[in-house]
């Protein structure tokens, strides 16, 4: 038996996100970001570690005291806030990206085997999970980048590690509603295997919730990034992040606002860009809102 689609009446992803406007706004200021990080060096006027204290602290182009060599104004040590802002959208974007990558992966393969086989296997697999969850996931990630030591892998590879959970419990509690329904026990009966099942069946009746907790952890990772490197603890300070502009920036908001808070503004938006992004994706990839 076939496993139910709604195909025909899925809308197209362009169709949803132009009947959504906040959807609309939160795709163009999502691919604005990406566009911004792909061509951060054709895009940033200056290198962003180049350091001039002749100009060090001055405000933006538009205020008082501004130049408009540096339309975003300049750091402690003088160095371009916007160049700095292109290339720490690089670094935002892709740990958000590979972490969450590398989360779904394994958290969709335990969640399924876990769903789908049961026993011995399903309840080992949910107490390492339990007891993961019992550890909140920054102290976690702080513990494991301070054995490990900073490094932009090294970031993927914990916020990786410490996001599998979300996405396995949740694919396990989708499984398991949908490992008794009738094309799951017909397909078991014309003797298809396990693997096939979960691949061909199981997995496409999976994707919304699966987009929905990706999308999320996209900018939980965005953020987790951004606070390691505030910290010190996550990329090298000599890799631009918008965590650490933060960190540079912290002693200069009662006189030179702008070091922190462009920074600030660029982090919340992307975060809250890549959330309403996902909403969107998830509308066209849940089958079950678009029928009749």
Known sequence: MAVPTARQARPSVVRAVLRNKLGL?????????????????????????????????????????????????????????????????????????????????????????????????????????DIQLAFPSILLALAIVGFLGSGLWYVVLVLGFTGWVSYARVIRSEVLSLRTREFVTEARAIGVTDFTIMRRHLLRNVLAPLATIGTLHVAAAIVAEASLSYLGLGVPKRTVTWGGMLADGQLYLGTSWWVAVFPGVALMLTALAVNITGDVLRDVADPKAYRS
């Open 25 to 129: 706004v939160a795709v163009t200021v999502l691919a604005l970001m990406i566009l911004v990080a792909l061509l951060a060096p054709l895009i940033a006027p200056y290198d962003p570690g180049a350091q001039d204290l002749l100009v060090r602290l001055h405000p933006p182009a538009w205020a008082a005291g501004g130049d408009s060599a540096h339309l975003l104004g300049t750091d402690q040590l003088g160095r371009d806030i916007l160049s700095r802002l292109c290339y720490g959208a690089r670094v935002s974007l892709l740990v958000g990206a590979c972490a969450a990558l590398l989360a779904g992966v394994v958290g969709a393969v335990i969640g399924l085997v876990a769903g789908f086989l049961g026993g011995w296997f399903d309840r080992i697999l949910m107490r390492i999970a």
